[in-house]
Nanobody
Framework: QVQLVDSGGRLVQAGDSLRLSCTAS????????VGWFRQSPGKDREFVAA????????SFADSVKGRFAISRDNAKNTAYLQMNNLKPDDTGVYSC??????????????WGQGTQVTVSS
């Protein structure tokens, strides 16, 4: 079992940067891939980025490539989503998730509670 807590979301202006954190408790966080998803009102949950258990493999949605970065520190049981050059379309509730094996679909076993990111124009 892994428990995830998302944090770092807030109101920012377009062009700003923000770093989200996903902190895990429980066992074997380092064995899990971590994904970030976001959801806006009226829209389906959307894949944002994912990272393999070792950090060697990463994947990004086309809409965030070149602007977002994902990383992890297994010694701290934490994964990060660095978001740069934010746009109003990036607004949403961001949730991290964990599972064995990296995936772009939300078939993750463990989820954080979500953190709100709002980008004003």
């Amino acid at each position: 079992q892994v428990q995830l807590v998302d944090s770092g979301g807030r109101l920012v202006q377009a062009g700003d940067s923000l770093r989200l954190s996903c902190t895990a408790s429980g066992r074997n966080f380092g064995a899990y891939a971590v994904g970030w998803f976001r959801q806006s009102p009226g829209k389906d949950r959307e894949f944002v980025a994912a990272i393999s258990w070792s950090g060697a493999i990463t994947s990004f949605a086309d809409s965030v490539k070149g602007r977002f970065a994902i990383s992890r520190d297994n010694a701290k049981n934490t994964a990060y989503l660095q978001m740069n050059n934010l746009k109003p379309d990036d607004t949403g509730v961001y949730s991290c998730a964990a599972r064995f094996g990296i995936e772009k679909v939300p078939t993750y076993d463990y989820w954080g509670q979500g953190t709100q990111v709002t980008v004003s124009s």
